[in-house]
């Protein structure tokens, strides 16, 4: 199994991005979506979630400019960013788990925002 994201860029500071995330193939039981970002030089950090039983979520550092939408039983996630600044540039990585044990990672959409 496989996530597949795409949808980062180049962009000036304010403007918007749509990053997107796809399974594969089927996968059971997702209960789990999530998007991380990962700076130069730090931590990778949560960012938004879908869960199958609390529905979505967002981190206080990008609740207000960024929606997470989808499908998690297909195995597809959605972060709409907008109001974009260069403190928001970094790899995105799209995350899934299932009741069964997977956790898998795609394989990071870079997102650059220019001054």
């Known amino acids: 199994v496989q996530l597949q994201a795409s949808g980062g860029g180049l962009v000036q500071a304010g403007g918007s991005l749509r990053l997107s995330c796809a399974a594969s193939?089927?996968?059971?039981?997702?209960?789990?979506m999530g998007w991380y970002r990962q700076a130069p030089g730090k931590q990778r950090e949560l960012l938004a979630t879908?869960?199958?039983?609390?529905?979505?979520n967002l981190e206080d550092s990008v609740k207000g400019r960024f929606t997470i939408s989808g499908d998690i039983a297909k195995g597809t996630v959605y972060l709409q960013m907008n109001s974009l600044t260069p403190e928001d540039t970094g790899s995105y990585y799209c995350?899934?788990?299932?009741?069964?044990?997977?956790?898998?990672w795609g394989q990071g959409t870079q997102v650059t925002v220019s001054s």
């Open positions: 995350n899934l788990k299932n009741l069964y044990g997977l956790d898998t």
């Open positions: 193939s089927h996968i059971l039981n997702i209960n789990f």
């Open positions: 879908i869960t199958s039983g609390g529905g979505p």
